[in-house]
């Protein structure tokens, strides 16, 4: 039976000894059990006989990373890290936060996702198969599972940029809790990776004999829902408390189980939700880089499902905050998706885009292509945009063209390519400071080395959603929010903006460095705890939450051991 986890105890207590204890990637410290607990635990013989610690731990395991020759061969190795020792690994991310998140999130998950099988050595999180639909409570029933408070959950059909990759989707519910530890202290044994495998439409993947996935083609309609639907009232009857965060379902099932169940229990989506609240975040601290308040500029959007519809809603309520209009926050809006600009005469519009849609009278004298639609070339050129944000997963959707069209309008051009992994990128940090002379304010979706431009190094901020979903997720779960509100995503991009560099400098990087997020999660979990206060939302306020912050951050360090007869 698993231990309900305990922030910060004095000690740990557990009856496994010998190979059990060592083969428990929560207990075991490898070569850092000292004498005593080797006698105590039957683990002589099963080590060598230095003692190490986990300083020593970590400077091996570093010097052994640093050694592989690319990415998915580090990933790998953190994978296996985290299923023989889970606080060396934490440690040895949360030491080396920069170096390290690029790795065991994006864009390296990204190849690990589509390798998933060709990996896969240990057990970790939840698989529920549709042929285990009647099984699911019984799976989810075990001791195991009591510590459980946040759950990340997907069915692997919209994986970053890649689409479908069917069972090996597993692997971003495993990397998003792991950044639920590494930067925001919740507890390993809270966590829950949970992967509902309904099938898959990739006939790579079906066609391929290692695949690990239920090989059939994607369930759909009224089946998958009945199936989603048992899964969340199983969760809710089995954690009524517990954090619920939806991850890479596709467009049509994202923004639908969400408005489904986000009054049921706490949950999220942070493809919608976390992608809006640090796109915003950016956005503000971009204003300040800018010296143009926010309801001053003028927004232009590249691909508008569900991540566009969610920043620019968060954006609009931001506008409306600043004190515009209806009207004239409609009028600051243009998106571009896969027909060209959307108008108000587009066929086969979600109702979540059609608020951002242009009249065709406002666009009257616009040229048109062949197909009857307005271009993206043509959009900048007439709206005149400030800032441009991508979240087509087109790479190269910014042309030379486009981005010099921009530049020509706006002295500071703020350019966020927010697809990816990299390789879905819509332009390069290189390519825009070039295009726009050294004007461009770039943020990005993935990591990208520093550039040298007219004798300067420049370096990229990436407007990662690590930035907020760690501290939301601990806000949540410290305050017992029984819902996640729109007023605590807001809080949440306020309170990483209020962050930024900027906000003392204008020229200095929009978003804090990287080897800061525990303190940034810190900061993002407060005010998310105090908005769920405000809005009657929390079970835990004021000094109890504060309390329940304070003592709920676990931290990737050795403790003694007791031995439980």
């Not at 939700?273 to 640090?278: E, I």
């Not at 390519?431 to 304010?441: E, F, P, S, Y």
Request: glycine content about 8%; aromatic content about 8%; overall charge neutral.
């Amino acid at each position: 039976m698993a231990p309900t986890p305990r922030a910060t105890p004095e000690f740990v207590e557990t009856a496994l000894t010998g190979l059990g204890l060592l083969n428990t990637p929560i207990f075991n410290k490898g070569t850092a059990f000292p004498e005593e607990e080797r006698d105590e635990f039957s683990l002589h013989g099963l080590l060598p006989p230095q003692i190490g610690t986990l300083d020593q731990q970590v400077t091996r395991r570093l010097k052994a990373f640093r050694a592989l020759p690319d990415d998915f061969a580090k990933y790998t190795f953190m994978r296996d890290l985290q299923d023989v020792n889970e606080t060396l690994f934490y440690a040895l991310i949360t030491r080396n936060v920069e170096e390290m998140l690029p790795v065991v999130y994006t864009p390296a998950v990204g190849e690990g996702c589509q390798r998933f099988s060709e990996i896969w050595r240990k057990p970790r999180g939840v698989f529920l198969s549709y042929p285990n639909s009647d099984r699911i409570e019984r799976i989810l029933s075990h001791p195991r599972y009591d510590g459980v408070r946040c759950i990340v959950v997907s069915d692997g059909e919209r994986i970053l940029g890649l689409g479908d990759q069917g069972a090996g989707g597993m692997g971003i519910p495993i990397g998003k809790l792991a950044l639920y530890t590494a930067l925001a202290g919740i507890h390993p044994l809270s966590c829950l990776p949970v992967f509902l495998d309904v099938g898959t439409d990739n006939q790579d993947r079906i066609n391929d004999p290692l695949y690990l996935g239920w090989k059939h083609e994607r369930v759909r309609g009224a089946e998958y829902d009945i199936f989603v639907d048992r899964f969340v009232r199983t969760v809710k009857k089995r954690w009524p408390h517990v954090l619920l965060q939806w991850e890479d379902f596709a467009g049509a099932n994202a923004g639908k189980l969400l408005e489904r169940y986000r009054s049921s229990l706490p949950s999220f989506n942070d493809d919608i939700q976390g992608t809006a609240a640090v796109a915003l975040a950016t956005i503000l601290a971009a204003a300040n880089a800018t010296s143009v308040p926010l309801r001053d500029h003028r927004f232009l959007f590249v691909g508008f499902g569900a991540a566009g519809c969610g920043i620019a809603s968060f954006l609009a309520l931001a506008l409306r905050k600043a004190g515009l209009s209806e009207d004239e926050v409609r009028s600051r809006f243009y998106a571009v998706d896969r027909p060209g600009l959307l108008l108000d005469s587009t066929p086969g519009m979600h109702p979540s885009q059609a608020p951002f849609a242009r009249t065709s009278a406002e666009t009257a004298g616009w040229e048109h292509t062949p197909e009857g639609g307005i271009s993206l070339l043509e959009t900048v050129k007439q709206a005149k945009p400030t800032v441009m944000i991508g979240v087509s997963g087109q790479p190269g959707a910014f042309t030379e063209e486009v981005v010099r069209a921009m530049a020509a309008n706006t002295p500071r051009p703020v350019i966020l390519p927010l697809s990816n992994p990299t390789s879905r990128s819509e332009a390069s940090p290189s390519d825009l400071l070039h295009w726009t002379n050294g004007a461009a304010i770039i943020g990005t979706g993935s990591p990208y080395p520093p550039v040298e431009f007219n004798g300067e190094t420049h370096r990229t901020v990436q407007t990662n959603n690590s930035y907020i979903f760690p501290g939301l997720a601990l806000g949540i779960v410290s305050s017992r929010s029984r819902r996640v509100s729109d007023g605590m995503i807001m809080a949440a991009a306020e309170a990483l903006a209020a962050l930024s560099p900027t906000v003392k400098d204008s020229t200095a990087p929009l978003l804090p460095p990287l080897n800061t997020l525990r303190d940034v999660s810190q900061a993002v979990a407060r005010a998310v705890g105090r908005q769920a206060a405000e809005e009657g939302l929390a079970a835990v306020r004021g000094e109890a939450f504060e309390e329940a912050l304070h003592v709920g951050v676990w931290k990737p360090e050795y403790l003694p051991y007791r031995r439980r007869r």
